[in-house]
């Protein structure tokens, strides 16, 4: 059966649903498979849903919600559909034409405090950890290769820094040569993982200037970074347009199948366990449909627990949904090979990476209010945020934004419902929204959520203190 042919199937499944609610029958809701656990959170305000997501494996969560039926639990009737790029999929967000939406978790931050578009969105589920990685095409690779240490069977070291890519920029700089390259939107956790992993190598990214109506991002930059939609990025590689880029999966192993390119380094690398995407919806709507929203979270905990229980044993099954045209649309073997457990860098280099993609593990779908602030801390930090900040602003926005609240309630639902346990989830009554200070990033920075001023102080390219452009 075609998914256009299902989809159509469950827009009828809810109307019929509809119709026989009207005549008040019990026997309807169990017609409908309709789940007991619905009892502690209520009827959903609004049934029929229209989800977006950009083509990525990290909007599994949203796919596997909907083939494994978590959503209809929910009695809520999902359509999934593809967006052109974050862009327009922020903008039907927006306006009403979807309901929700897999966003970069820069994302809704940036839209709450006004940095490109001006429009309320909040979160109260995370979708993933880690899963990008930064390509490099084989020509640059070949120049990089020389300034890499080996280890004792000839192979590079691990993490690659950018520290051996800068003789390759300034010789371009020398020459009078751009060196460009690709990430996907300017509030992505692509731009602020590749723009962190260049400065700790000692290559400008480049700054941003709102104030003065400069959204380029290129200020005083030895690396000139630009948008590109995710999927057309190896093709953009491929064409010389960028020497580079920094995207999320199975666009870099993509990139190895076509021997076009070499991921040289992974997100986990830059900073292990890093947050990735969110689960996005604006105010308003949360606001209208409380109950439908509760729902969705308590669909999209499940299916994140299902795509990482038994040690990633579902997850060949998971990326033979994922590989369906309708959702990410690559073949099986290029997303297996960062799905399930590995991760390839130069051809023939294939490593073990059990974290590349974690959905539920350590605690990886709570909207912690420390990962919002990291990402305030990189607009800040590049410009984006033109003006000093105290600690306290920091902390506004994320608890303006980020929703742990919304997220308990749901969990808890599914706690009570005896769908899942409560050590599946942080203690609730004792959880403040804040990780422990974390210290596994690339340049061996320490990052404390509590105090964002504090962390900006000890970077040596990037805005900080009252500084601005």
Not at 201 to 216: R, V
Not at 313 to 322: D, F, M, S, W, Y
């Amino acid at each position: 059966m075609s998914k256009n042919t299902l989809n159509t199937l469950i827009g009828r499944r809810s109307l019929i649903r509809k119709t026989l609610m009207t005549f008040g029958t019990a026997a309807a809701a169990g017609l409908l498979n309709l789940s007991v656990a619905q009892a502690s959170i209520g009827e959903p305000e609004k049934e029929d849903l229209k989800f977006g997501f950009i083509k990525l494996t990290d909007m599994a969560p949203l796919a596997i919600a909907y083939e494994k039926g978590f959503f209809e639990d929910e009695g809520l009737y999902v359509t999934l559909e593809a967006q052109a790029n974050w862009k327009v999929l922020l903008d039907r967000v927006i306006d009403g034409q979807l309901d929700g939406a897999h966003m970069l978790a820069g994302q809704p931050l940036g839209a709450t405090i006004g940095f490109g578009t001006q429009a309320h969105i909040i979160t109260a589920f995370s979708m993933d950890l880690n899963g990008n990685a930064i390509t490099v095409s084989n020509e640059i690779w070949e120049q990089m290769k020389p300034h890499i240490p080996k280890d004792a069977d000839g192979k590079p070291v691990h993490p690659i820094k950018a520290d051996y890519l800068k003789p390759v920029v300034e010789k371009y700089k020398a020459e009078g040569k751009p060196f460009n390259m690709g990430m996907v939107f300017p509030v992505s956790t692509h731009n602020y993982e590749l723009r962190y992993w260049l400065a700790a190598g000692g290559i400008k990214p480049g700054y941003y200037a709102p104030h003065k109506g400069d959204t380029s991002g290129k200020l005083d930059a030895d690396a000139l970074l630009s948008v590109t939609p995710p999927p057309q990025m190896p093709a953009t590689l491929e064409a010389g347009t960028i020497y580079g880029y920094c995207v999320g999966e199975p666009w870099n192993q993509q990139a190895v199948f076509k021997g076009i390119g070499v991921p040289v380094v992974t997100d986990y690398e830059i900073w292990k366990n890093n947050p990735e995407k969110v689960f996005g919806v604006s105010s308003k709507w949360a606001e209208n449909y409380p109950n439908t929203h509760k729902r969705v979270v308590k669909a999209m905990i499940r299916a994140a627990k299902w795509l990482d229980e038994n040690n990633n044993a579902n997850r060949p099954e998971a990326v033979k949904i994922l590989s369906q045209p309708n959702y990410v649309g690559a073949d099986y073997e290029v997303i297996a090979n960062s799905m399930t457990g590995s991760f390839e860098y130069e051809k023939g280099d294939k490593r073990d990476v059990p974290d590349f993609n974690v959905f539920f593990r350590y605690n990886a779908t709570y909207p912690y209010y420390s990962d919002a602030i990291w990402y305030l801390t990189q607009m800040r930090r590049w410009g984006q945020i033109p003006d000093q900040k105290p600690d306290s602003w920091y902390m506004d926005i994320a608890k303006k934004v980020y929703r742990p609240d919304i997220y308990a309630e749901a969990a808890q639902s599914l706690i009570d419902d005896g769908v899942m346990d409560a050590s599946d989830f942080p203690d609730f009554a004792t959880e403040e929204g804040f990780r422990e200070p974390q210290t596994h990033f690339i340049d061996g920075i320490t990052y404390d959520g509590r105090q964002p001023n504090d962390y900006l102080k000890q970077f040596k390219i990037g805005l900080k203190n009252d500084e601005t452009l």
